[in-house]
């Protein structure tokens, strides 16, 4: 895959077709694994009750968040890493792991739980 030029260009194609899961438009794949990237419909601050909401929305899908740079949602079961939610100052996204089973579901949940009140 990283020296065909031609399969790449394949794949670009999809970026010109609006795409869209759980209502939320697909903005890219972002990440070294390719994570399909979602554009949030607001901004994000994170604070105490945020990542709360963040904590508890990872407690119903069998996963812990994990804090870096930015929050990942990751599995206690072999420790994958199944969602990322990244704020920037004009822009929040949440990426999804490619085949995870209930990516969807997760992807609903966090819209929901981090919606500013």
């Not at 759980?22 to 901004?43: E, H, I, N, R, T």
Request: charged share 25%; hydrophobic share 40%.
């Amino acid at each position: 895959m990283g020296r065909n030029r031609h399969a790449f260009l394949e794949r670009t194609k999809l970026r010109q077709e609006e795409q869209q899961v759980a209502g939320l438009p697909l903005v890219g794949m972002g990440g070294s694994c390719g994570k399909p990237a979602f554009a949030l419909p607001y901004l994000l601050t994170w604070s105490d009750a945020n990542t709360q909401a963040l904590e508890n929305v990872a407690d119903e899908f069998g996963c812990y968040v994990e804090y870096g740079l930015y929050p990942h949602l990751k599995l206690h079961e072999g420790d994958l890493e199944v969602a990322a939610v990244q704020d920037w100052t004009n822009l929040a996204m949440i990426y999804l792991r490619p085949g995870y089973e209930r990516a969807e579901e997760v992807l609903t949940r966090l819209s929901e739980a981090l919606r500013p009140i």
